[in-house]
């Protein structure tokens, strides 16, 4: 397979991560206002959904990888970054929003454990 066949894999994979890092701000907006434990619950099943749809795709991921003699996970991609500017800039873009979102779960993980306390 190609740089273009891990192309379309990672952008499914930001597409994604895009999708639930919106489910962390909804999840947060929630958590800071007069929520109901049915919204958190159902909200939190979404969030889940879209943390299982992430997992599959780092799989394809790091299959298209290993079937390109590359490294799997972040030193994959940091491989993958030097096949095409294209591909440089996309792991960038993931790189970031997935920062963003590892931030926004942790905030929302000490915003739940609060009010659990």
Known sequence: MSST?????IQAE??????FLFSLEKENELLLSNYSNDDLYDHTELKNHYADQLNQAAEQRDNQLTAMGMPTARDGLLAAQSLSDELDQLVQQLFDITEQARTLNEQNGL??????N
């Open 5 to 9: 066949a891990l192309l379309s894999l």
């Open 14 to 19: 930001f597409d994604l991560m895009q999708h």
């Open 111 to 116: 915003l739940i454990q609060t009010y659990l």
